[in-house]
């Protein structure tokens, strides 16, 4: 894989904090911050994932109503919820 150079300004105390973190872990700076960039977007992916699976658990009836059971399937599908007294409907 192509690497690509960054450059960055740190205060003394972070670059120092980094210089330490490498050496204990054994690793150069350069794959010490690698590690760090990695690990953020993985967490900011897991997020995400936490955050859309929360948001289907609270909508699951509309859009089981809006797409039908099929959408989801098994002894706990969620029932159509009826329309009437929907938002919307008469």
């Known amino acids: 894989m192509a690497k690509t150079q960054l ?3 740190v205060d003394e105390a972070t670059a120092e904090a980094a210089r330490e973190r490498a050496l204990q ?3 150069s700076m350069n794959r010490y911050i690698e590690e760090l960039v990695l690990k953020d977007a993985g967490e900011v992916g897991q997020t995400f ?3 859309a699976s929360d ?3 609270q909508y699951e009836r509309v859009f089981a ?3 039908g ?3 989801r399937e098994g002894p706990d599908a969620t029932p ?3 329309r009437e007294g ?3 409907t008469t």
Request: proline share 12%; net charge neutral; aromatic share 8%.
């Open 25 to 27: 872990r054994g690793v």
């Open 80 to 82: 159509p919820v009826p």
């Open 86 to 88: 929907l938002p919307g």
């Open 49 to 51: 994932v936490e955050a």
């Open 55 to 57: 948001f289907m658990k």
């Open 69 to 71: 059971r099929e959408a």
């Open 7 to 9: 450059n960055v300004r």
């Open 65 to 67: 109503e809006e797409f």
